[in-house]
Every structure is written in structure tokens, then in C-alpha cells.
């Protein structure tokens, strides 16, 4: 008798074999990067075409991109952890050179010279605050690619008070590395095709 292979995984069994952790899996079904339904006791199912396909884009992000760079970001925050940032893109298998800048006129500068594919920010920085760094950034036809993603501590009655751009991602602190890596992972299947 043949088995008939399952249609589908529990969330510990997809994050088993993405090697993430069971909070991942749930917040890719939650953003839609994972396909899944509830059972009527409330598990989820993830299905198993969408894993196969999660392990390809993961096995495709380990392959070096069409131009053989990496992936350029550029932090901005006045308490850079380079390291950290580092640690986790490596964690993750991305190819990335990371570059900081401690305030918004820094960032400007480091930004126009590398015209990076990902932009992480605060809002709180010296000089120039981020909400005025990404209206300078949303300017500049060359960066209309670059992702841009916030990294706050600030509520969010204070970040709707001066609107971003639509295109920007806004994540609460601490830095939340789970999220991060999604928006990374996406930044990279977009950049391949």
C-alpha cells in the first residue's frame, strides 16, 4: 500500500524544514508569504505547495544575484549595532554589505553614493530626523527601488502625525529580526526578477 504524501504541515513541522522558528512561520501566514488555513480546532495548516515554494526562494537567496553583488543597506540610527545587523544577515544566508551612518546629513551622503537596495532608519536621529531623511530620499528618482524600512520606538499616534511615504515599512523596537528578514527576503526575490 502506498502512502499519499499530506497536502499540507503543522506550523512546527514548516518551521522545521524553512529552519525559522514557529513565531516565523506564523507571521509569514499572517503577511500572506506562507498560504495556510485554520482547522476547526483552531492549528493551522500550511500548505505544502507554499513551503516547496519558500524553500526554492530560500535556496534562490543563497545563490549569488544575476550581477554577483551584494545586497547594499544602509542603517541609519544614532546608537548603530553594525554587529548585530551583520550577525543576522548572516544568519539569514544574504550576501550584504551593510554600511551606517549616525545621523541624517551622514545618511544622505552614504545613501547618494551607494544608492542602496534597502534603507533602514530611525525616526529620532541628530542632525536631520528621519522623517525628513525619507522625504529627501522619496526625491531622487535613483532610489525609487531602494526599500525603505523604519525601525521606531516612537507610538504610533507620533508616526502619523508627519505621514510617510506609502511605500515605506514601519517596524516597532527593539529591532524586531523576524520581521527584517521578510522585507530582506522580498527585497531580494524582487531584485532577481
Avoid: C
Avoid at 518551521?15 to 506564523?26: D, E, F, K, N, Y
Avoid at 500548505?47 to 543597506?73: C, F, I, M, W, Y
Avoid at 544566508?93 to 530611525?122: M, R
Avoid at 531602494?146 to 511615504?165: A, H, M, R
Amino acid at each position: 500500500m502506498i502512502k499519499k504524501q499530506k497536502d499540507y504541515y503543522s506550523s512546527r513541522e514548516a518551521a522545521t524544514l524553512l529552519g525559522v522558528a514557529v513565531s516565523t512561520v506564523q507571521l509569514w501566514v499572517n503577511n500572506g508569504h506562507l498560504k495556510a488555513w485554520t482547522t476547526g480546532g483552531g492549528h493551522r495548516r500550511i500548505s505544502r505547495h507554499s513551503v516547496e515554494e519558500t524553500l526554492n526562494k530560500q535556496a534562490a537567496a543563497l545563490r549569488p544575484q544575476k550581477d554577483g553583488q551584494p545586497l547594499k543597506v544602509v542603517v541609519v540610527d544614532d546608537a548603530p549595532q553594525l554587529r548585530l545587523y551583520e550577525k543576522h544577515f548572516d544568519a539569514w544566508g544574504v550576501n550584504a554589505t551593510i554600511s551606517i551612518a549616525q545621523d541624517g546629513y551622514q545618511a544622505l551622503v552614504k545613501i547618494g553614493q551607494e544608492l542602496p537596495d534597502i534603507i533602514i532608519t530611525d525616526l529620532v536621529i541628530p542632525n536631520m530626523d528621519g522623517f525628513q531623511l525619507i522625504k529627501a530620499v522619496d526625491e531622487f528618482p535613483e532610489l525609487d527601488q531602494s526599500v525603505i524600512i523604519v525601525v521606531t520606538g516612537l507610538n504610533k499616534k507620533e508616526v502619523i502625525k508627519d505621514p510617510l511615504p506609502e511605500r515605506v515599512h514601519v517596524l516597532k523596537k527593539p529591532i524586531p529580526f523576524t520581521e527584517l528578514e521578510v522585507l530582506v527576503r522580498q527585497t531580494i526575490d524582487a531584485k532577481r526578477y
